[in-house]
């Protein structure tokens, strides 16, 4: 369960958020990161520390550059956890859809 919560307060930032979300791309170096994050270098290294501590982004030098990238593993794990609910909620839309279509019936057999 520590996983989960160390995930998601991860994911609570709204910085890291961005981050993940140009990393979505591909590898990046850290330069290109700040310009599609919008944020300065400092507070990127700073999100990409945590991030790459918490295991959703691994680091690769390139010579005096380092690359960023997405883990798939956290995400994986994320999925997994949340597919529980996921199918809980499904079943209780399929139960709603039915009462509604059982309404929609009996609203339209009364009028006959």
Do not use: C
């Amino acid at each position: 369960m520590n996983m989960q919560i160390d995930a998601f307060e991860t994911l609570a930032d709204p910085t890291r958020r961005r981050i993940l979300a140009a990393l979505r791309q591909g590898e990046r170096p850290v330069g290109e990161i700040v310009r599609q994050a919008g944020i300065h270098q400092s507070g990127v290294s700073r999100h990409l520390r945590i991030l790459h501590e918490s295991g959703f982004v691994e680091m690769r030098p390139d010579g005096q550059r380092r690359l960023y990238a997405l883990r798939p593993e956290p995400f994986r794990e994320l999925e997994v956890w949340l597919a529980d609910y996921r199918k809980l909620w499904e079943a209780r839309l399929d139960r709603f859809g039915a009462a509604l279509e059982a309404r929609i019936q009996n609203a339209g057999a009364k009028k006959e």
